[in-house]
């Protein structure tokens, strides 16, 4: 089993910056690739990035292109989104996940942390 923790959300305004941390234990090793998602009201949860956990090759939603950038720390088994320019429809609940390979269908990642709200005000 891996356990993902995730953390740094917060209440920002508009064009301000944030970083999620995603800490992993556990079995640790069976992690090939992780990944953030992001769940709004009413909506479905959805891709945000992916990072490589060997190579670090990344690969961004159209959405955060530019503004976000996903980063690991392998010595630290942490994973960390950096998030500029925020938007007010960046609001959601990020969740951050682990699994065998980097994907962007969430049905692929086998770990997911517990969850970290951002809101963006105008």
């Not at 891996?2 to 920002?12: E, N, R």
């Not at 994907?103 to 770990?111: A, L, T, V």
Request: a positive charge; charged letters at 15%.
């Amino acid at each position: 089993q891996v356990q993902l923790v995730d953390s740094g959300g917060g209440l920002v305004q508009a064009g301000d910056s944030l970083r999620l941390s995603c800490a992993a234990s556990g079995r640790t090793f069976s992690i090939y690739a992780m990944g953030w998602f992001r769940q709004a009201p009413g909506k479905e949860r959805e891709f945000v990035a992916a990072i490589g956990w060997i190579g670090g090759m990344t690969y961004y939603a159209d959405s955060v292109k530019g503004r976000f950038t996903i980063a690991r720390d392998a010595a630290k088994n942490t994973v960390y989104l950096q998030m500029n320019s925020l938007k007010p429809e960046d609001t959601a609940v990020y969740y951050c996940a682990a699994g065998p390979g980097m994907s962007r269908i969430r049905g692929h990642y086998d770990y997911w942390g517990q969850g970290t709200q951002v809101t963006v005000s105008s």
